[in-house]
């Protein structure tokens, strides 16, 4: 089985080798280290890392919050934060990118190595229920995510979990999912779905806001997935309250 390969983003060279080196001596791939944002995003879209284990604080115009926004964005690439930092501030704005978890520095091999494990675990279920799709609706319904199937607009599937929305399954079910996201955002999120529905090349994953049963505004992330749902094309989405 080929070892999973990790990008490591820290602008401390010592920090980022002795990383590197626990990595090696875990069995897992180094694909790069890079001290920079903009550079982790060049090597990120190249190398398609497994993982990114990322900086908060870098040196340069984007911090790792900035940068892991962008590479979940374009790439999907999942995130496990290194920090020194447990300042409200910083790990508010982290929670935006949904990472698999933080790391706080110094640390020693063995926290290293349950820290990526259970990441990578975690982002191969989701890849999996992905892959399998509506295809088993026993998995997606017993799920711990919050999961809905979109076609034509309307909600036509959603597990228990969806309630993380902030209606009932009976309010979420035939429900035009437009009207769930907030009015400023309703725009990009169709636009970006109408393209998706299309077959073309765009992210899966979106963030905006939404508007529950109480008119209350929640932050979520969706990622998605084509699928033929009932013999046609529908999307396959995974929520996660980011408020």
Same mark, same amino acid.
């Given at each position: 089985?080929?070892?999973?390969?990790?990008?490591?983003?820290?602008?401390?060279?010592?920090?980022?080798?002795?990383?590197?080196?626990?990595?090696?001596?875990?069995g897992y791939g180094v694909t790069s280290l890079v001290p920079s944002g903009e550079e982790a995003l060049e090597r990120a879209g190249r190398d398609k890392p497994d993982l990114v284990l990322m900086d908060i604080i870098l040196s340069g115009d984007m911090d790792g919050i900035e940068t892991a926004g962008q590479i979940a964005s374009l790439w999907g690439i999942p995130i496990l934060y290194l920090t020194a930092h447990s300042d409200k501030k910083f790990i508010d704005r982290a929670k935006r990118t949904y990472p698999l978890g933080y790391l706080v520095k110094p640390f020693r091999e063995a926290e290293l190595a349950a820290a990526v494990e259970t990441g990578l675990e975690r982002a191969k279920k989701e890849a999996t229920l992905l892959a399998e799709g509506a295809g088993n609706r026993l998995v997606v319904e017993k799920a711990q995510e919050a999961i809905c199937v979109i076609q034509d607009g309307l909600v036509k599937f959603a597990n228990p979990r969806a309630t993380v929305l902030g209606w009932s399954l009976e309010e979420l079910m035939s429900r035009p999912i437009e009207e769930l996201i907030h009015p400023e955002d309703r725009k990009a999120v169709n636009r970006q779905y109408a393209v998706r529905? *299309?077959? =073309?090349?765009?992210s899966r994953i979106y963030?905006?806001?939404?508007? $529950?049963? *109480?008119? =209350?505004?929640?932050?979520?992330?969706?990622?998605?997935?084509?699928? $033929?749902?009932?013999?046609?094309?529908?999307?396959?989405?995974?929520?996660?309250?980011?408020?």
């Open positions: 089985m080929t070892p999973a390969s990790i990008m490591i983003v820290e602008d401390e060279v010592i920090v980022a080798e002795d990383v590197r080196a626990s990595l090696e001596r875990l529905l *299309k077959g =073309k090349r765009v963030q905006f806001r939404i508007v $529950d049963n *109480k008119a =209350k505004t929640k932050w979520m992330r969706a990622s998605t997935v084509m699928i $033929d749902w009932e013999g046609r094309p529908a999307v396959l989405a995974f929520f996660y309250d980011i408020t």
